[in-house]
Nanobody
């Protein structure tokens, strides 16, 4: 079965950095685009970053452009999110996502808190 397991969240001061990682299993990872979403308290879940199956194309939410970088390693079945210059408004639960054969799959999420 499809499994997505996120790691790397934590508490960081404004201006700091974190690197999130998502380990995928149960499907042919290299054949599917992957995304990172986040959900802030009291807000709907929103897409943060997207990467094509080969890794050659990426898109970002306007709010994170220039600060976040999504990447993937198809040999290791992982997709990462490097987050720099973090702001308090980046606080939330971050989720790894894949849509496969009409089904949506989410990880359990990892908490990111940006606070001084």
């Amino acid at each position: 079965q499809v499994q997505l397991v996120e790691s790397g969240g934590g508490l960081v001061q404004p201006g700091g950095s974190l690197r999130l990682s998502c380990a995928a299993s149960g499907f042919t990872f290299s054949q599917y685009p992957m995304s990172w979403y986040r959900q802030a308290p009291g807000h709907e879940r929103e897409v943060v970053a997207f990467i094509t199956y080969g890794g050659g194309g990426t898109t970002y939410a306007d709010s994170v452009k220039g600060r976040f970088t999504i990447s993937r390693d198809n040999a290791r079945n992982t997709v990462d999110l490097q987050m720099n210059s973090l702001k308090p408004e980046d606080t939330g639960v971050y989720y790894c996502y894949v849509r496969r054969m009409g089904e949506e799959y989410w990880g359990q999420g990892t908490q990111v808190t940006v606070s001084s």
